[in-house]
């Protein structure tokens, strides 16, 4: 390591954010970034741990302490090289991650993990801006053909190397513009979608075919697919959960992702079916505490709500590290976003009982209760209704962000696809029963982290390459000899 006592001499430094009266005014990212010599000072607090768990914390398997100690020796050029050997696309975990690696960072049992994350996402900024992220085509093509469904981060990243291996990709995705839930799912304020445009633009530079609007097994038949080698399905879990008890055609009761969807394409000018869904001037309860529901409270929040309140139906979390998830592990912890800190009520532990509505089936309020997790060995926790804790919430507005419970079965029926336990895409391998039709992503493992999905897309398209060529040399996780520097 280039400074070994680096991390009793500097504390953990993270970027600041814009404050929050500013940036509820817009919707663009709202950090602040730390010096060239702060984000060198944070490398060298990577320190000689002998055993980095880094790497196994990530899905992907980053070399960590390689790209940190190139940062802090200066060599970014370097940094940007290691850092691409194993992730396509550092501009989105670097925004986007929950960042495993840093809860199983050596230097996190006795203080701050190093600031992974945010040094990633400096490495490749830096590039970008410096002009060495560019297109590279493959030298030589196999004239073999494939097909990509889907066009979020584990499409991309199965496309990008597929056609690494020297393969014809083709890239069909179901919406307007490419990017999948990084565009349409993700608020703006944090991934601007000029970030993923200018990706895009090189992967198109290396060859990579996209075809937008085409929605396989609906306006694009699954027969198109027979003209192409191999199939990659990468069209995520996009079938919705809901709750009972919401009467047909309530007025007021939204699913989180057409919120955030219209919310996108309205900000870029594009065309909705319907009115937009605007949260401005009301009572606004968003049910589900994960991802999708902190970036709902943000985006009521930038359009002005009356109160923004927040019901999770799970225990509040420790502040700490909880003893049932020690490190290495990722710890069952309090995380507060950014979007909390700009406003939110809540609330944990909470049950929908009743969506309430006026004559004009118009929301008025939400009937709740508490709820307890009853624990029983060798069972599944039994959810207990705390008897007296019935509660109405007056809300004019509620936004179902509870996640989703697998892919949509278009595809598995039209191509006689098996799936799983859990309705996934059923795989060995990453090929399914179809010897030519491979499955990656959230098709494949269900609702996970974008880490997972661009790990999904790699490690599938290596098997694509083995079937089609016998072979591969294409690199999935960071095993082996450090690339070329």
Known sequence: MGKVTGFMEYPRTDEK?????KRLRNYKEFTVSLSEEDLQKQGSRCMDCGIPFCHSGCPLGNLIPDFNEMVYKGEWKKALTILHSTNNFPEFTGRLCPAPCEKSCVLGIITNPVSIENIEKNIVERGFKEGWIVAEPP??????????????????????????????VTVLERDDEVGGLLRYGIPNFKLEKEIIDRRIDILKEEGIEFVCNAHVGVNYTVEKLKEFDAVVLCGGATQRRTLPGIKEGTK??????????????VLFGKPLDGEQVMATGKNVIVIGG??????????????GA???TNFEIMPKPPLGRSETTPWPYWPLQLKTSSSHEEGCDRNW????????????????????????????????????EVEGTEKIWPCDLVLLALGFTGPENTLSEQLGLKLDERTNFKTHNYQTNIPNVFAAGDMRRGQSLIVWAINEGREAAKEVDLYLMGESQLMTKGVGDLPNI
């Open 349 to 384: 532990l909470i049950n929908t009982k009743e969506f309430i509505t006026n004559e004009k089936n118009e929301l008025t309020g939400v009937k709740t209760v508490q709820v307890e997790w009853k624990l029983k060995p060798g069972k599944r926790p039994e959810l207990i």
């Open 139 to 168: 030298i030589n093509r196999t004239e073999k053909r494939v097909a990509v469904v889907g066009s979020g981060p584990a499409g991309l990243a199965a496309a990008q190397q597929l056609n690494r291996a020297g393969h014809w």
């Open 17 to 21: 954010n814009i404050e929050v009266k």
């Open 306 to 308: 009356l109160s923004v």
């Open 290 to 303: 994960g991802d999708t529901g902190s970036d709902c409270i943000g985006t009521s929040n930038r359009h």
């Open 252 to 265: 007021g009761v939204v699913q989180a992702m057409d919120f955030l969807t219209q919310q996108t394409k």
